[in-house]
């Protein structure tokens, strides 16, 4: 009685029901129904509103943890593939195919405990950023994505050495570096575009060592020749490929064309299909990577 009184009191309305204890299949507590005169019902002991907010709340979080590094992304993003999918890119030939083929499975098998990475590399304007990106619209939906043009960040860091400059107002080197070691995933553009400095190549190289054992994709249009050839470059590359799979493209420019997609009904580009796993000593069978 005194316990109803107390139940009554604290609801302002009179107990005119109290259900026998039982434990809830939400939050597991021991609770029981009350019904008030007022017609109010309740759950003493119940947790799962408190639950029920806590979850909504972490997925806020999580939700504006994610667009963060999306925001972060935006000036390295081209306009027309920031809403870019998978159904937008068409393939002109079957080396291309393959390669949409592979993006989709990395972007429906991504998983945060089996780290895998894809160097796409190519001829100009054949669709590698596109895919890129396509990758990022997918994947973002649910996990922390940056996409970096490579040149255009190491660019902006060098310029934020300069005190009087708002990047270095802004800590910009700071800020990014800890994005990019956090994101679940980075999507590196344009690899080997025009870097060349000392400083910068040295700069990338501890970028690229903080994503080793991460998800990571790199896209360029130099072949791996031209980046073993040159030393600093060899050292950078060799990392990139640590649980990375290849990806090649041919074809020709979509960008001469002025064409934002391919046309189907393209004549075959490729004659010759190079052995990629060979040539990369894969310990895996290329046209089914681990993902």
Not at 28 to 56: F, M, T, V
Not at 72 to 78: A, D, K, Q, T
Not at 132 to 145: G, P, Q, T
Not at 184 to 191: A, E, H, R
Request: charged share 25%.
């Amino acid at each position: 009685m005194e316990k109803l009184k107390y139940r009554s009191a604290k609801k302002g309305s009179p107990v005119i029901y109290e259900s026998d204890s039982y434990i809830c299949s939400g939050c597991g507590n021991i609770i029981s129904d009350i019904k008030h005169e007022n017609g109010y019902e309740w759950r003493y002991n119940c947790n799962c509103e408190l639950n029920d907010l806590a979850k909504k709340n972490a997925r806020e979080y999580q939700k504006a943890s994610r667009d963060r590094y999306f925001r972060r992304s935006l000036s390295f993003i081209p306009k027309k593939f920031q809403s870019v999918s998978f159904d937008d890119y068409y393939p002109e030939n079957n080396m291309n195919a393959r390669a949409k083929r592979i993006c989709q499975r990395y972007a429906n098998n991504f998983d945060m405990y089996n780290p895998q990475s894809l160097f796409i590399y190519g001829d100009y304007g054949v669709g590698k950023s596109m895919l890129s990106a396509s990758i990022m619209n997918e994947i973002r939906k649910s996990f922390r994505v940056m996409y970096i043009d490579i040149n255009q960040l190491l660019n902006n860091i060098t310029m934020s050495w300069n005190a009087n400059t708002i990047l270095a107002k802004q800590n910009y080197q700071e800020k990014m570096l800890q994005l990019i070691r956090t994101a679940d995933l980075v999507i590196f553009d344009d690899v080997g575009a025009s870097t060349n400095y000392k400083t910068q190549m040295s700069l990338l190289l501890t970028i690229i060592q903080s994503r080793l054992g991460k998800h990571n994709i790199y896209t360029t249009n130099l072949t791996q020749k031209e980046l073993s050839d040159d030393k600093d470059w060899e050292r950078i590359f060799s990392r990139m490929m640590e649980n990375t799979t290849p990806i090649e493209m041919r074809g020709t420019d979509r960008r001469r064309k002025g064409k934002f997609n391919g046309s189907k009904d393209n004549k075959e580009a490729v004659t010759k299909k190079e052995n990629v796993s060979n040539q990369y000593g894969l310990p895996y069978d290329i046209h089914d990577p681990p993902f």
